[in-house]
């Protein structure tokens, strides 16, 4: 890890509480943000930092995407134009019943490289209900940010390949925690990751709750993301989905829900009274048909809201500049065109993504004391003209995953001009495609 | 020009009547494909031919964007987040006033950069009402294909700098007609371009109409974007606007128009038994707060469907990609995950466009005899993996406009290894930013 580091000379978009945007440089020292504006670049007693230059480049805090399933990257491709019952149980499942330890690491490595090449430098991942501990190697060595759990499913009805008994899964769960929460330098921690209510019984949900509130982990799944799982849930428990998980623990801070396309006035009050983060997925609600879901709504009644490109097979890239762009457009055909303004997009994926994961005091914004990932984007391509228009929309609008330079996690340079530093991606390319094959024979696809 | 060139060992998707993806050479001689498939690179009595080496990379006919309005391309990030009549009447019209022939040529220019970097190499263009000609001369050296026409506003209700009279309006065009219509080898075509039914008298489209039909050339209007500009024309004429413009003549293979957001079913039936080109924006239509088109049912209806950006202020990226991709996803919460596959969007971008610009006999396709105009796609980033999933959904959904290596248009190089070839990007930056600022300076922005 570079000890010591300093970007110098950009456009600095600090998100801080009053947004400044200033021109000048940042310092890290030890991972963290030491200093934010100009600089002689000296640090007490130590030697000269290593610098980068970010003339002409615009410096952000690093973008959070708080849903994704890495362990479905290999998938890629392999299941479009499904509507999510039948994406699950005639795709999904089935490869992820399939996955070895080695396709796990490398589905876990090539969403990474493409989520640190596209600038995003945190995420809220869930992962397959097996070899969580290879997700956690892969991203170990790459060098992202990562809160990560093991799938949960142990309800009867769920695929059997998949489903374990309660006890298995929460014994596995508490392990991975012990082993990884916190673990590289407190760059991964662990999250509770319960499917979602149907793959779930009431116990293993009561009990992820009481789990999490002890080792201060995030509970991350999925909620209200289509009216038929709506439905099975209320036939199921009797109450609406948004008050079930409340009922049984999955709320507040600490919980982060995938989708919430079907949430009603009731459910968003509810959703804000608690403080649950709420994860937006535009590009994965609109390929699976799911929906659009309430963001400004939500934002009004003062939700936490946090974005994520979920899993490759329904998006099908991870790209927070994507996310952010569909988030600010798709709203404005029911809301008017000042619906979710530019800033509100890029606030969901740096200081709601920061909430989601429950890291708003150490990322999501660039200021002093705060971890150091930061990503450098340099917008002199033709379609980031003119230079002087508002800034913000340059990079919520115009943007695009292919602008970003540069990108620091945890004060470590992880890519660099474009170039990943922490792995070969040309190594990850054969490798992941050697995997994905032997995947697809695996199921028959 | 380059006489002759191979493209050696692409994987071509070839878009032709059977939709053949197959793996070989694309042999061009004097602007024309000369042969598809393997070759020996032997071109009849003549040298050898300039070789581009396409192995590992994806070819494609050129994308085409059938809407686009290059003389706003200076205006993006001016304009955000505001409703289609304030967009147009306190900035757009302003700015489009403002217009001198050097903000009209680095409009043109930085547009056309933008477009040709990102694959697209042919478009059906809109400028304003004066200087039209310096937006061809532009084109003609950067090398696009273009259909472009002046705008025509003279109804009385326009703002006083744009309004014309009648016959200044049509006078002007037909000058413009004779003068570019077919120039630059047939390259440059010119198109009749009333603005939008409530920007014109009856007798300005029923003379546009006869002045096309005499002179072979395209009519490129917009149409049905908002409910207010459809109430606006029913107040006028009594007609719905797509059988009002039918009545002037304003149908049929030789029109495009833009939009066509707010028809319902007769007005599909029209559009499909007249054969009139829909010119599809997705990007813009939500930017602006318009709607969703019903373009799944215009296609079922039989409909010609093209695509394309509009201009930069109100999407604001001029990219084919964005375009294709959300053109997929847009319709899927309303009509399931399967309405509009990636398939039908790949088609809108190249045979739909080139139908749209009366082109369909030269472009939009690879196949013997058509103009060279293609593009090779390099997929092996990370998120284009896993590199056997099928690769019209690679295209459509997980490519991006960075990853398009070379563009040939007319059998010329026009970007090669992702750098313009035909002019210097740095000088268009430059030259588009001191000219922006000109105009924000003239209308106060």
Redesign the interface.
């Known amino acids: 890890m570079t000890k010591s580091l300093l970007l110098r000379g950009g456009r600095l978009v600090t998100m801080d509480n009053s947004r400044r945007i200033v021109d000048g440089d940042v310092l890290v020292q030890d991972g963290r943000i030491k200093n934010v504006g100009r600089s002689d670049g000296r640090t007490a007693g130590r030697s000269k930092p290593t610098t980068i230059d970010c003339s002409g480049l615009i410096v952000l805090p690093g973008l959070v995407q708080a849903h994704i399933h890495l362990c479905q990257?290999?998938f890629?491709?392999?299941a479009?134009?499904?509507?999510l019952e039948q994406?699950l149980s005639r795709r999904i499942w089935p490869l992820e019943a399939a996955h070895t330890e080695e396709t796990v690491f490398w589905s876990a490595m090539?969403?990474a490289?493409?989520l640190l090449?596209?600038g995003t430098t945190a995420i809220l991942d869930m992962e397959t209900v097996r070899h969580t501990g290879t997700a956690f190697e892969a991203l170990e060595s790459i060098g992202i940010r990562a809160t990560v759990g093991k799938c949960l499913m142990d309800a009867p009805t769920n695929p059997p390949r998949l489903r374990e008994t309660t006890d298995k899964a929460l014994t596995e769960s508490s392990d991975l925690c012990a082993r990884w929460h916190g673990a590289a330098g407190g760059r991964l921690r662990y999250c509770f990751a319960p499917r979602f209510a149907p793959s779930c019984t009431g116990p293993l949900l009561r009990a992820v709750s009481d789990l999490a509130e002890h080792s201060g982990a995030t509970i991350h799944t999925h909620a209200a993301e289509t009216p038929l799982e709506l439905d099975t849930v209320r036939r199921g428990t009797g109450h609406d989905e948004i008050a079930y998980l409340d009922t049984v623990g999955i709320s507040g801070p600490r919980a982060a829900l995938a989708h919430c396309v079907w949430v009603d006035k009731d459910g968003i009050e509810r959703l804000a009274r608690q403080g649950t983060n709420v994860v937006h997925c535009p590009?994965s609600?609109?390929?699976?048909?799911?929906?659009?879901a309430p963001i400004p709504e939500m934002l009004a009644a003062g939700c936490r809201v946090g974005i994520g490109a979920d899993g490759a097979p329904c998006?099908?890239?991870?790209?927070a500049f994507a996310e952010m762009r569909?988030a600010a457009?798709?709203q404005?055909?029911r809301?008017?065109?000042?619906?979710l303004?530019?800033g509100q997009a890029l606030e969901l994926a740096t200081l709601g993504g920061a909430r989601a994961l429950g890291l708003e005091a150490e990322i999501g914004s660039i200021e002093v004391g705060k971890c150091a990932d930061l990503i450098a984007l340099d917008l002199?391509?033709?379609?980031a003209?003119?230079?002087?228009?508002?800034l913000i929309?340059?990079i919520v609008?115009?943007a695009?995953?292919?602008d970003v330079r540069h990108v620091i996690v945890d004060g470590r340079i992880v890519v660099q001009d474009g170039e990943l530093k922490t792995a070969d991606?040309g190594e990850?390319?054969r490798a992941?495609?050697t995997q994905?094959?032997r995947l697809?024979r695996a199921v028959g696809l």
Chains 1, 2 share one sequence.
């Open positions: 990257t290999l890629r491709g392999l479009d134009e499904l509507r994406w090539l969403g490289a493409e090449l596209g590009s609600n609109l390929k699976l048909g799911s929906g659009i998006n099908n890239r991870l790209d569909l457009l798709i404005k055909p809301l008017g065109p000042d619906a303004p530019a002199s391509g033709p379609h003209q003119p230079d002087d228009a508002d929309s340059r609008y115009s695009r995953a292919g991606v990850i390319r992941a495609n994905a094959r697809r």
